[in-house]
């Protein structure tokens, strides 16, 4: 599998090729949990506490670190963040989640 363009650039600044946690699953795994938590903190924090504020750069700048992390975890399972998507869509497709309008090529390019 050649990453895509996103990976090829998160894999720039990843354990390089041969280094032991090149392929270890454990690092992007708990960086993609922590990250979500951060996600989940801000907003909760933006919720219930006066005064905070959770702007929209400070979420996208945390979507952006997710968004690493599952680059490197898709190369590490040999898929590209494009055929994630595909199956994504396929899955939700099928109306397993109830959602038979999404292969509806409302967002196609």
């Known amino acids: 599998m050649k990453p895509d363009a996103i990976q090829r650039r998160a ?4 354990y390089p090729p041969g280094h ?3 392929l270890d699953p454990l690092h992007p795994v708990l960086a993609i ?8 903190d801000q907003w909760k924090k933006h919720q219930y506490k ?8 400070q979420f996208l700048d945390e979507l952006g670190d997710l968004l690493y992390y599952l680059s490197i975890r898709a190369y590490q399972l040999d ?3 494009d055929e994630l ?4 869509r396929r899955k939700l497709a099928g109306g ?3 959602w038979p309008e999404a292969d509806s090529g409302a967002y196609d390019d």
């Open 20 to 22: 032991e946690l090149h």
């Open 50 to 57: 006066p005064g905070v504020e959770y702007t929209r750069e």
């Open 11 to 14: 894999l720039k600044t990843w």
């Open 85 to 88: 998507s595909q199956m994504n």
């Open 33 to 40: 949990a922590g990250e979500a938590g951060e996600i989940a």
């Open 79 to 81: 898929v590209t963040l």
């Open 96 to 98: 397993v989640h109830g």
